[in-house]
Each structure stands twice: as C-alpha cells, then as structure tokens.
C-alpha cells in the first residue's frame, strides 16, 4: 500500500471505530482528548514566549524535514470527537506531509505528539529556568494523558497511525483502537 493508501484506510477504520465505541467510553475518550488539547496548548504557549514562530521561519523548520510518522492515533482521536476535518497529507514530497506554505497546517492542539514537545536548542536556549520548568511539566503531562489512553485501550498507539495501519490492520486483521478484539477496560 502507498502512504496515501494507508492513510485512508486508517483513517476510515479509525472513523468507523470511534463511531463503534460504547457512549461511555467515548465520553471518556473525549474528556481525555479535551486535556490532550489543553496540555499541547499549555507547550505551545512556552515556545511563544520566546518567539518561537521567528526562530521557526529563520531556520525554516529543519526538524519537520520528515514527519510522515507523526501523526498517532490518539492525536486523530483528538480530531474526530470534535468532529474537526482532519489535514489533508501530502506525501509527494520529500519535507513533512503535514506542512503548508505558512508552517504547520495544525493548530497546537492538535499537532503531534512528537512535533509539539520537541523545541531545538535554539528554542531551549531563550528560555530561562522558570519557563523551561512549566515547560517540561507540560510535557509530563502530555505524556501521562497518552498514556491513560493507552491505557484504555490497552494498546500502544505513539506510533504514527501509517506505522499502527500497516501492523495492525494490514499484516494482522486486527482494528486500531481493539474494539471487537477483547471487551475494552471502561474506567
């Protein structure tokens, strides 16, 4: 299957399962999602304090060079209970799928989870001790918030959804998110 191919099967099938899931479990889902939204912001709002949107466009943004992977699960979930059209990739290119000619195409909460807790040492170097301690506390909450998700569902998902497409439902015949595989843990 190409990029493209995959894409959109996860997608659909992610759709399709999101749809499928008992309404108290996607309450949950989208309590989570709502904390994931908040503490991506949270991130963002510490890079904007030293200009991070300057210091992107100067070096125009190396680290994205490749991000076909990025994109999880748990970040499309995100999406999807907001009902929020999703980005449109474009994998014709060698720079990351999710790039436009003004940067990111995602809004902050909704970007990546690799792609918004990373910041360069340049980014690092303008922030003084007090900014980088909210901004680490961020991301530990971020990252615990993708873990209850996992959690959840009892599956790993910080893998890029074309990675999970490709083992779960191509080679295994499996779903994204385990529905129909077991009975899901509702806490």
Not at 14 to 26: D, N
Not at 102 to 121: E, H, K, S, V
């Amino acid at each position: 299957m190409t990029d493209e191919e995959l894409w959109r099967t996860g997608i659909d099938a992610l759709a399709c399962e999101y749809r499928a899931l008992p309404p108290t479990l996607r309450e949950r889902v989208a309590e989570l999602a709502e904390r994931v939204k908040e503490a991506k912001q949270a991130l963002h709002d510490c890079v904007t304090a030293v200009n991070v949107g300057a210091i992107c466009a100067d070096c125009r943004g190396e680290c994205c060079a490749r991000g076909k992977n990025h994109v999880t699960v748990i970040d499309l979930l995100v999406c999807l209970v907001e009902g929020r059209e999703l980005v449109v990739p474009s994998f014709s290119h060698d720079i990351c799928p999710y790039l436009g000619e003004n940067g990111c195409q995602m809004a902050p909460p909704y970007r990546p989870f690799t792609c918004i807790i990373f910041n360069c040492d340049r980014v690092e170097g303008l922030m003084g001790r007090s900014e980088k301690d909210r901004l680490y506390k961020a991301e530990h909450r971020l990252r615990a918030l993708y873990g209850e998700f996992e959690k959840l569902f009892g599956k790993r998902f910080m893998a890029g959804l074309l990675i999970i497409c490709e083992r779960d439902l191509v080679r295994q015949g499996s779903t994204l998110l385990g529905v129909g595989n077991r009975v899901i843990k509702e806490s």
